[in-house]
C-alpha cells in the first residue's frame, strides 16, 4: 500500500528527460517510480493535465530567521519551494554573544520585528539547532553561518581589522557551526559590520569552511561601478581558501553599470576552467530589496541605528550625508545614484511611520512638498533608522544574460515579516514567476531546462543527496503545478497575493500545501551538512 499515487500525470525529472506520462507512488517518504498497479494508495491524485517536478530549491533565502512561522511558510510552499538555503548575506540568528545582541538586532530588523526570547542562548549553531528541532517546521531548510553575525559577536561594529585573538574567536565560532552541520559560511559586504572587514579576514574564516568540505556563499562589496573588482576578491576568496563560491544575486546595478555583469561572467568561467566551483544564484525581477539605511554611506552606521538617528537630526550631517549620497565618485556602494535617484526606491516597508510606505520616495516628498532627501532622512528618524526599500536598478538584458549561464540557480532573496506585511513580489512568486517568465513567455529554456536549474542543479552544489531528482528512492519532495496557469499572481502594490498554478506542495512525502492553503502538516526538517 503506497501512502499516495499521482496518477496520469506529465513527469519533468529535473534531469532534463524529455518530460513523460506516467505514475509517481510516494512510500515512507520516498519516490517510487513505475509503482505496481496491484497495490493500492491511501491517496490517488488525478494528475491529468498536470505536471510533477521535483521541489524548488531557494537557493538564497533570509526564511531562517522567521522559521516556524505560518507566513514564512505559506511564502515559500505557495510557490512550490520544498528546501531552502538560508542564512545568507552575513546575516544568521547564531551564534549570538549577549553583550552585542541588541546591535545583531538592529542587522536583522531587516528581516523580522519578532525576535524570540530565546535568542541570546543561540550562542552556538548547536544551541540554536536544540532549540530549532522543536518547531514545527512545513518545509527544508539547510544553513549557512553568517559573517556579519560571527564578527558581531565578537567585534560588535568595531570598524577595523580584528586583533589575533580575535579573528581566532571568529574561527572557532565558524568551526563549532561547520561541525555541527552548517553548509558553510556567507558574507554580505555592503553591510555593518562585514563592510568593515578585509579580504584575508574572509580568506581565514574560509580556510575553516574548507575543512568540513563547506561553501562561501557572498553578498558582494559591489555589484555597480565596482563589480568586476568584487568579482575578483569573491573568486580570490574561495580560491585562496579552496572552497566552493557561491555569489549572491549576481547583478549589475544602475544604468552606467549594465552589462558590466558580462565581463565578470568571463572572471567566473576562466576560475571555473581553473577548476573552481562557482554558482550564481538569481531572483528574476529588475529591482532588488534591503535595508532603506544602506543608502546611506557606511561609516555613519558604524555606531548602529541609533547613532545614524543622532547624525541625521544635525542639519550639516544631513547635508554632508547629502553631498557624499550625490556624488558619484564615493567609495561605496551607492543605491541612491544606481536606482536613478528617489525616483527608483520604492518603500516597502516601515514598522513605525508608514505614511511613505507604497510610493517612491520621490512620490512621497511631492506629496508632502518637501525636499526628497529631507523626506528620505525624516523617514529614517521616524522609523528609528528602520525599514525596507525596493530599488530599480537593472535591466533585462543583464538578466538575461545571467540566467543563461550553466552556473546560475534561482533564489527568492525574500524578506516577509508578517502575513500582510509589504515586502518584494518575489518573496512569494519567484519561482513561478522563473517559469513564466524565462520559458513561457521569453522561451530561454524548454520546461525541462528550467525545471533542471530550480532542482537538480542547485540541489547538487549545495551537497543535498536524495533531493532535486524524480528518481526512485530519492525524498519525495515534489511540485504538482498546472502548465497552463503556472505564474505569479502578485504585483508591487500587492506582493503577498498567491502565485497560480500550484496545486499541489509535498515535503517528506505529505502534502503540505493543497488548495491555495496550508495543510497543517510539518513534515520539514533542518537539514544538515556532512553529519
Request: charged share 25%; net charge negative.
Amino acid at each position: 500500500m503506497y501512502d499516495i499515487i499521482v496518477k496520469n500525470v506529465n513527469i519533468i525529472d529535473g534531469l532534463k528527460t524529455p518530460a513523460y506520462i506516467g505514475d509517481v507512488a510516494i512510500s515512507n517518504g520516498k519516490i517510487v517510480l513505475s509503482p505496481s498497479s496491484s497495490e493500492g494508495a491511501s491517496r490517488i491524485i488525478d494528475g491529468t493535465n498536470l505536471c510533477i517536478c521535483p521541489g524548488f530549491i531557494d537557493a538564497h533565502s533570509h526564511g531562517d530567521i522567521v522559521l516556524g512561522k505560518e507566513f514564512s511558510a505559506l511564502s515559500k510552499v505557495s510557490q512550490g519551494v520544498t528546501t531552502e538555503i538560508g542564512g545568507q548575506c552575513g546575516f544568521t540568528s547564531f551564534p549570538v554573544n549577549p553583550k552585542t545582541i541588541d546591535l545583531l538586532k538592529e542587522d536583522l530588523s531587516i528581516l523580522t520585528d519578532d525576535f524570540r526570547e530565546e535568542m541570546e542562548d543561540y550562542t552556538s549553531f548547536k544551541k540554536y539547532l536544540e532549540y530549532m528541532k522543536k518547531v514545527p517546521l512545513v518545509y527544508n531548510t539547510k544553513l549557512l553561518v553568517g559573517h556579519c553575525t560571527v564578527r558581531t559577536a565578537v567585534m560588535g561594529f568595531d570598524n577595523r581589522k580584528p586583533t589575533d585573538d580575535e579573528l581566532e574567536q571568529m574561527k572557532a565560532l565558524v568551526r563549532e557551526a561547520m561541525e555541527n552541520g552548517c553548509l558553510g559560511m556567507s558574507s554580505g559586504l555592503i553591510y555593518t559590520p562585514g563592510v568593515y572587514c578585509d579580504t584575508e579576514e574572509l580568506v581565514e574564516l574560509c580556510k575553516v569552511v574548507k575543512e568540513y568540505g563547506g561553501v562561501y556563499a557572498t553578498h558582494m562589496r559591489n555589484e555597480s561601478n565596482h563589480l568586476v573588482e568584487a568579482v575578483k576578491e569573491a573568486i580570490y576568496v574561495a580560491e585562496s581558501a579552496g572552497v566552493p563560491l557561491c555569489i549572491s544575486h549576481y547583478k549589475s546595478q544602475g544604468k552606467a553599470n549594465w552589462h558590466i555583469c558580462d565581463e565578470g561572467l568571463q572572471l567566473i568561467e576562466a576560475a571555473i576552467s581553473r577548476g573552481m566551483e562557482i554558482t550564481i544564484d538569481q531572483y528574476p525581477y529588475e529591482s532588488g530589496m534591503t535595508h532603506l539605511s544602506v543608502t546611506i554611506p557606511p561609516k555613519y552606521i558604524s555606531n548602529g541605528m541609533s547613532g545614524l538617528v543622532e547624525y541625521l537630526k544635525d542639519e550639516k550631517m544631513r547635508e554632508e550625508i547629502k553631498a557624499e549620497m550625490i556624488n558619484p565618485t564615493e567609495d561605496y556602494e551607492n543605491l541612491y545614484l544606481n536606482s536613478g535617484g528617489f525616483e527608483g526606491i520604492f518603500i516597502a516597508d516601515c514598522p513605525h511611520f508608514k505614511d511613505a510606505v507604497g510610493m517612491t520616495v520621490a512620490e512621497y516628498a511631492r506629496k508632502i512638498g518637501v525636499d526628497p532627501f529631507d523626506a528620505f532622512f525624516d523617514i529614517l528618524i521616524k522609523n528609528k533608522g528602520v525599514g525596507t526599500a525596493i530599488y530599480f536598478t537593472m535591466c533585462e538584458d543583464d538578466i538575461f544574460s545571467i540566467i543563461k549561464n550553466e552556473n546560475t540557480v534561482v533564489g527568492t532573496d525574500g524578506i516577509v515579516k508578517s502575513l500582510d506585511g509589504k515586502c518584494h513580489p518575489r518573496a512569494y512568486a519567484t519561482f513561478p514567476r522563473a517559469i513564466d517568465y524565462f520559458h513561457k513567455q521569453k522561451n530561454l529554456f524548454t520546461l525541462e531546462e528550467i525545471i533542471a536549474k530550480i532542482t537538480n542543479l542547485p540541489a547538487t552544489r549545495y551537497k543535498m543527496a536524495g533531493k532535486g531528482a524524480i528518481k526512485d528512492g530519492y525524498d519525495a519532495d515534489l511540485v504538482i503545478f498546472d502548465y497552463d496557469k503556472i505564474g505569479p499572481g502578485n504585483t508591487y502594490q500587492e506582493p503577498n497575493l498567491l502565485s497560480e498554478g500550484i496545486e499541489y506542495v509535498i515535503v517528506g512525502g505529505e502534502v503540505v500545501y493543497h488548495d491555495k492553503m496550508l495543510t497543517g502538516k510539518t513534515p520539514g526538517k533542518i537539514v544538515l551538512h556532512n553529519v
